[in-house]
Nanobody, 127 residues
Framework: QVQLVESGGDSVQTGGSLRLSCSASGDTYNMYCMAWFRQVPGAEREGVASIWNDGVILYVDSVKDRFVISRVNANNTLYLQMTSLKPEDTAVYYC?????????????????????WGQGTQVTVSS
């Protein structure tokens, strides 16, 4: 098992930037596919980006060229650098860990493919 704790959520204005962090503990961190998801009230949790150890990275189209996912296995930390933020990016952002094969799957963006979740951190973008 792995335990995940997110941090870095905040309120910013349109065009601003934020960096989310996710600290992992427990099982061997580098054996997991890591991802960021987000969720707004009344909607399903959607995949934002995923990353495997050798740099296999996938993004949902709405965040390409604005968000960058990265991981530092030496300190068991996952990051999401968000720039050019828009009001539609407002959501609770979750860190997730899943089996390695998920990072190579066309359905990586589905929440049911991930086994472990953090508690979430709120990101609010105002216009």
């Amino acid at each position: 098992q792995v335990q995940l704790v997110e941090s870095g959520g905040d309120s910013v204005q349109t065009g601003g930037s934020l960096r989310l962090s996710c600290s992992a503990s427990g099982d061997t961190y580098n054996m997991y596919c890591m991802a960021w998801f987000r969720q707004v009230p009344g909607a399903e949790r959607e995949g934002v980006a995923s990353i495997w150890n050798d740099g296999v990275i996938l993004y949902v189209d709405s965040v390409k060229d604005r968000f960058v996912i990265s991981r530092v296995n030496a300190n068991n930390t996952l990051y999401l650098q968000m720039t050019s933020l828009k009001p539609e990016d407002t959501a609770v952002y979750y860190c997730a860990a899943g089996w390695a094969r998920v990072c190579f799957s066309d359905s990586w963006w589905k929440s049911e493919n991930f086994n472990y979740w953090g508690q979430g951190t709120q990101v609010t973008v105002s216009s």
